[in-house]
């Protein structure tokens, strides 16, 4: 099939539900993508922050290879050696959270943190941060706060209210003895890549502690080395009752899963399940890449290349520029216009990055990126930001 038949198949056939772009990706090798015709993108999307490891990692095709000729899927209830030893090395990551549920996304990773906070609170309600993004399912979207993904949707869950982020007034005054759980990104990704503050975040876990409310971090996005640490909450010094995850948790192949405390109770069989959830093959995955954001020391990676690359952004004079800002290989740029057409000018010189929200340009590259990959990424931006892009 050459790229317009591709197209045009989709085009007939899809849902309708996603904006298709007319770029027909086909193969992925580190930070590179490649459509049918052959031509090289510099990939700084990682689909929406899934593949930090880099596309077609060799470790996670042997392991999903050799899994895949071994067993593919188990339900959680028959123990297996890949989940076991998934656990026990997901377990390890975070002091504190040593118990963890498997699912298959983040927003069922979200769904699965609220149930939790219910049945183990006996509460009900539940507060987020205005311009949080946790999900487009019916308990996870009425915690993301952009009227874009919840209008027509409506009755979503009730008992879920925003609250101002980096904001401690608001925070303190919205928890009470009826809130179940606080949710939070600790660098808001869709929102427009917004990094907390270390005290909010400390105090946040104050607030929760003192008000027997649980604190949910929301690692999806940050999770697994993108901020410079393995997760973003390492910045703060803070641990949350139930962190969860899943985008790059896997390498790449679909998994997520809520690491859960101690103060979070009566998790008893029943109460919750997932028929994929912790697959064997999943696990195996997941495996290998955690092996592999050790051996390739990842986290460190993102700190080092996201120093370079936010260092050398902050350089590029343009009056089209409100602001640069991130942690790690998590980077937004504030635009003064709207950036679709910085994307797409961006697109036309083979750079695939992403928005987030009407004026920021968003940048998560694999962690893999190299050096020269990042120079070429600057050279572009400096010469696609520095003239006023406008849609046609
Ligand atoms: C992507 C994302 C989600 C939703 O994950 P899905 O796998 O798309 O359901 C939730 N929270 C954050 C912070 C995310 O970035």
Known sequence: MNAQEIIDIENKYTSGVYAKQTLTIVRGQGASLFDVDGNEYLDCSSGHGVANLGHAHPKIAEALYKQASTLITLFESFPNDQRAALMEKITALVPGLDRVFFCNSGTEAVEA?????????????????????????????????????????????????????????????????????????????????????????????????????????DEIQTGFGRTGRLFAIEHFGVTPDLLVCAKSLAGGVPMGAVLIGHKVQNLTPGVHGSTFGGNPLS??????????????????????????????????????????????????????????????????????????????????????????????????????????????
């Open 113 to 217: 943190a609220f149930k939790f906070a219910r049945i183990s609170t006996g509460r009900k309600n539940f507060i987020a941060a205005m311009r949080a993004f946790h999900g487009r399912t019916f308990g996870s979207l009425s915690a993301t706060f952009n009227k874009k993904y919840r209008e027509g949707f409506e009755p979503l869950l009730p008992g879920v209210s925003h609250v101002a982020y980096n904001n401690i007034e608001a925070l303190e005054k919205a928890v009470n003895e009826e809130t179940a759980a606080v949710i939070l990104e600790v660098v808001q990704g869709e929102g427009g890549v917004y990094p907390a503050s270390a005290e909010y975040v400390q105090v946040a876990r104050r607030i929760c502690d003192e008000r027997g409310a649980l604190l949910i971090v």
């Open 283 to 392: 696990c195996a995955a997941a495996n290998a890449a955690l092996e592999v954001i050790k051996e390739e020391g990842l986290p460190r990676q993102a700190e080092v290349k996201g120093a370079y690359l936010l260092d050398k952004l902050r350089r590029i004079e343009s009056p089209n520029i409100r602001e640069v800002r991130g942690l790690g290989l998590m980077v937004g740029i504030e635009m003064k216009q709207k950036v679709t057409p910085y994307i797409k000018a961006l697109q036309e010189k083979k750079i695939i990055a992403l928005n987030a929200g009407l004026t920021v340009i968003r940048l998560l590259p694999p962690l893999v990126i190299t050096y020269e990959q990042i120079d070429h990424l600057v050279k572009v931006l400096s010469e696609v930001l520095t003239v006023e892009q406008k849609d046609e």
